[in-house]
């Protein structure tokens, strides 16, 4: 049993002739063009990867570029991830991208409760992914509390409440004015068991976890930044303590026995690009190595670091391309060629902090594919 409870944001593998499309993120393509071209076997093979070392599939979230997916595609994914019954289970993103338009919050609670109907249907847990018109629209604290609690009232739990933070989606500056966060999260902790907090802020996490433990509410850090040190527990700005901080209780969330106590769980786009060490690490924690899941998870912090450095929401490149090194995928292609956003220097980088977390040591490919992308030969691929 693991001592976190962990998810892993999977992304979408593209099929090769996907390039011939044309799309680029200044002429998006359209949704569904973007599913048809994805590659199904590659996308689903990578989740049962994930969950052979040990985490959870967050299925349909920002890693797998939702925003720019739709619905369509997010629909299937969700099936399909469903259909393979993995035993970590998974969580997926409830929101309103099968509306073509918002015209009001009545549209925004009436689309969030369809999607997590979905997928509860399908045995997930709905994370309520945030609603970009209302920081659009500059809506007050009182409305996003308003909303939020008749989405929850409409709905069954085991849920959960996401935050993802402008450096991934500038149109979320803003998002959970004033209180707004934490008023929500405090309306009915028996059905909201917790939060994804996507804002790369250690110290905001640390003052939310321990506000949220005595109602048995858990965090899961979306902190690609600093993820080690949150998920260890403790105080994330200090010294690393000698042994984790203790198990306190446990609660029930969905089908998963979940621990308590002074640290975070994880839903990370980042364990995309490191499942072999963070599982070994994560396996060290749960022995009570706490040194042990320290030197794994230290290296495995820098190479996060680094895939999630500004500007922060091209981070996927940087796991696609590692997974395509790692033989997962035949391209390290992106929807609208996001892949294009990232230039060399930082491939090669991605190359040598991803061998010091002992993340591609697994790989087949590659020796091969290193020699092809240091002959430049890749760069052809991305004409």
């Given amino acids: 049993m ?62 797998a570029q939702r925003f720019h997916l739709g619905w369509h595609g997010a629909r299937e994914l969700i099936e399909r991830t469903a259909a393979m019954a993995l035993p970590h289970g998974f969580v997926a993103g409830a929101g309103t991208d099968h509306l073509p338009t918002i015209r009001s919050a009545t549209d925004l609670i009436d689309g969030v409760v369809a999607q997590a109907r979905f997928i509860q249907a399908r045995g997930g847990i709905p994370m309520l992914l945030p609603m970009p018109w209302l920081s659009v629209q500059r809506q007050p604290a009182a409305e996003y509390v308003r909303i939020y609690a008749e989405i929850v009232r409409q709905l069954d739990g085991p849920l959960f409440l996401h935050w993802l933070g402008p450096m991934f989606l500038p149109a979320l500056q803003g998002y959970f004015p ?18 994804k ?16 433990l005595p109602r048995d509410q858990i965090v899961l850090t979306g902190d690609d930044f600093h993820f080690g040190r949150l998920l260890l527990g403790g105080n994330p700005q200090g010294a690393p303590p000698a042994t984790a901080p203790a ?34 690490a994560l396996q060290a924690l749960a022995r009570g ?25 091209h981070y ?26 990232r230039d060399h220097a930082h491939y090669q980088h991605c190359v040598e902090l991803a ?29």
């Fill in 2 to 63: 693991s001592a976190r409870l962990v998810f892993a944001a999977a992304h979408v593998v593209l099929l090769p002739d996907y390039r011939r499309l044309g799309h680029s993120l200044v002429r998006p393509g359209p949704p569904a063009e973007i599913a048809a071209a994805i590659d199904w076997e590659s996308t689903m093979a990578l989740r049962r990867w994930l969950d052979t070392n040990g985490f959870g599939i967050a299925e349909a979230m920002d890693t």
């Fill in 178 to 195: 004033g209180d707004s966060f934490e008023r929500i999260l405090a309306l009915a902790p028996d059905k909201v068991r917790g939060c």
């Fill in 197 to 212: 907090l996507s804002l790369l802020d250690d110290a905001l996490e640390l003052r939310l976890r321990r506000q949220l």
């Fill in 247 to 280: 198990i306190e209780r446990h609660t029930t969330i969905g089908p998963h026995r979940v621990a308590l106590g002074d640290f975070s769980h994880g839903l990370l786009g980042i364990f995309d690009g490191i499942a072999g060490p963070a599982g070994r």
């Fill in 289 to 313: 190595d706490a040194a042990a899941f320290l030197a794994l998870m230290t290296p495995c912090e820098r190479l996060g670091q680094h895939v999630f450095a500004a500007p922060t929401q």
């Fill in 316 to 341: 996927k490149a940087g796991l696609a391309f590692l997974n395509w090194l790692a033989g997962r995928q035949d391209n390290p292609f992106l929807i609208n060629r996001e892949d294009r956003a």
């Fill in 355 to 383: 061998l010091a977390a002992d993340a591609l040591t697994d790989s087949p490919a590659l020796r091969d594919r290193c020699a092809a992308f240091l002959d430049h030969r890749l760069a052809g691929e991305r004409s």
